[in-house]
C-alpha cells in the first residue's frame, strides 16, 4: 500500500516511543522504573473533577463553539489579567484538544513552504515536527548550558532573514526548565521589534511550575503583542493531562485563522473538559501550590543524587519537572556485553534494557549530549531510578 509522503516529513515523538517501550517491557513482567514522564504523577484537584461531573448531570452533552464556549474562554481572559497582567478579549481565545493542538494550529496558521521558523535548542520535539508537517523550515539555535539554555539577543538578530515567520520558545522549558527573566524577554523585544514579519509563540505550559518567582510572559511588551501567540494549557498546572485542553491567547486575526483550521481538523474540545476547565481556571490554586511544592523538594532530592554520580554536568532546572544533564562523557565506553554507547539514544537504551529505568534522550530535543530525566514520579522511584543509573554507568568500561 502506497502512503502519502507526508510521512516522511516528520518523526515519531521520542518521549512516546520510550513510553511505548517501557509499556512493552511491563507487559512482560519487567519492573521498569519510569522517568522519562512529562506528566504530573498527581491526581486531578477534587474541585475540577465535581464541575466535570455536574456537567455530566448537567447534559454538557452536545457540540459547543470550535473556539470553546463563551464563559470558559472569558474565564482564561480573566486568568491571563489576574495572573499575568494580559488583557484579551473573548474573541482572541481559542480553546483546543491540548496545547499540543493550540501549537499546530498557531503554524498552520502562520507559516507557508518555505518560510523560516527559529527555534532555540533545547526544545520541545514536537516544535520542529510541527513545522516540518506545515512546510516550513526549521532554523535550530544552538543554545548552551553556560547561558542557562536561553538564547540571546545576538543569536537571534543573526538567526532572523527575510524569510522568517515565526519564533517558537517555551518558558518554563521543556526539557532544561530554563525560565526567561523580563529583562531578557526585554532584549528579545528590541529585536522583534525591528523585524515586524516575524510572529512569537510563548509556551507557557509549564507556567505554574517555576521555583523562582512570578512567571514573565513575552506578551506583556505592548510593541509585539499583537504578533505574540501565547500557547497554555491545563495539563501540567492542574494534572490534567489526560482532559486534554490548551489554548492560545493571540490577536483577533491569529484566532480566527486558528478557529478556521480547527473546525476542520476536531471542531471543538471536550464539552465537559472545557466546564471543568473553568473549575480549573477560576478555583482554588492551593493543589496547584501544593504539587508546585512537591516538585521542588523532589528538584533538591534529584541535584543530590545527580552530583553523585561522576562525569555528569547539569545546572539546577529553574522551572518544569526535568532535569537535563549532559552526558557526554560515557559515550565510546562499552558495556558488559561488550557493545559501545556511540550516542545518548544508545545509553537511553542501554538503561531500559539493562537498568530498565526510562528517560528520553537528549536529541530528540535538538541537544545530543544529554538526556532528559523527569521527577515527575515518587521519591521512592526517584531514588530507585538514579541507583540503577548511577549502577548501570558504573558499569560502562
Not at 518523526?11 to 517501557?22: F, Q, V
Not at 516544535?127 to 538564547?151: A, M
Amino acid at each position: 500500500m502506497q502512503l502519502s509522503s507526508l510521512l516522511t516529513r516528520f518523526n515519531e515523538p521520542e518521549t512516546l516511543k520510550m513510553a511505548k517501550l517501557g509499556r512493552e517491557l511491563l507487559a512482560k513482567g519487567i519492573d521498569i522504573t519510569d522517568l522519562s514522564l512529562g506528566e504530573p504523577d498527581f491526581d486531578t484537584p477534587d474541585h475540577i473533577k465535581e464541575a466535570a461531573k455536574k456537567a455530566i448531570d448537567d447534559n454538557y452533552s452536545h457540540y459547543t463553539p470550535v473556539a470553546g464556549y463563551l464563559d470558559l474562554r472569558q474565564a482564561v481572559c480573566e486568568k491571563l489579567k489576574r495572573d499575568n497582567g494580559l488583557d484579551y478579549t473573548p474573541e482572541q481565545i481559542v480553546v483546543s484538544t491540548g496545547a499540543k493542538q493550540s501549537i499546530a494550529n498557531t503554524v498552520l496558521a502562520i507559516v507557508d513552504a518555505g518560510d523560516e521558523v527559529i527555534i532555540p535548542t533545547p526544545y520541545w520535539v514536537t516544535y520542529s515536527e510541527i513545522v516540518k508537517l506545515g512546510g516550513g523550515t526549521v532554523k535550530l539555535v544552538q543554545t548552551t548550558l553556560d547561558n542557562g539554555y536561553k538564547i540571546t539577543p545576538e543569536q537571534l538578530e543573526a538567526a532572523i532573514t527575510e524569510k522568517t515567520r515565526l519564533f517558537m520558545f517555551s518558558s518554563p522549558c521543556n526539557p532544561t526548565g530554563a525560565v526567561y527573566t523580563k529583562e531578557e524577554l526585554s532584549a528579545l523585544v528590541k529585536i522583534f521589534e525591528q523585524h515586524p514579519q516575524v510572529c512569537i509563540m510563548s509556551d507557557e505550559i509549564y507556567e505554574h511550575i517555576n521555583f523562582i518567582g512570578a512567571h514573565e510572559s513575552i506578551a506583556q511588551f505592548p510593541s509585539i503583542k499583537d504578533r505574540v501567540i501565547v500557547i497554555n494549557g491545563l495539563s501540567k498546572g492542574f494534572a490534567m493531562t489526560g482532559w486534554r485542553l490548551g489554548y492560545i491567547a493571540a490577536s483577533a486575526e491569529i484566532a480566527k485563522a486558528c478557529d478556521k483550521i480547527q473546525g476542520q481538523f476536531t471542531s471543538a474540545t471536550n464539552s465537559i473538559t472545557q466546564r471543568a476547565a473553568i473549575a480549573a481556571l477560576t478555583g482554588d490554586l492551593r493543589p496547584t501550590e501544593a504539587m508546585v511544592a512537591e516538585f521542588k523538594k523532589r528538584r533538591a532530592k534529584v541535584m543530590e543524587l545527580l552530583h553523585a554520580i561522576p562525569n555528569i554536568a547539569c545546572s539546577e532546572p529553574p522551572g518544569a519537572f526535568y532535569v537535563f544533564p549532559d552526558v557526554h562523557h560515557y559515550f565510546g565506553r562499552k558495556t558488559p556485553a561488550g557493545e559501545t554507547i556511540a550516542n545518548a539514544d544508545e545509553l537511553c537504551m542501554y538503561f531500559l534494557n539493562t537498568a530498565h529505568v526510562s528517560v528520553v534522550t537528549g536529541k530528540a530535543f535538538g541537544e545530543p549530549n544529554c538526556i532528559r530525566v523527569s521527577f515527575a514520579n515518587s521519591v521512592e522511584k526517584i531514588e530507585a531510578g538514579f541507583k540503577k543509573i548511577a549502577d548501570a554507568l558504573a558499569e560502562l568500561k
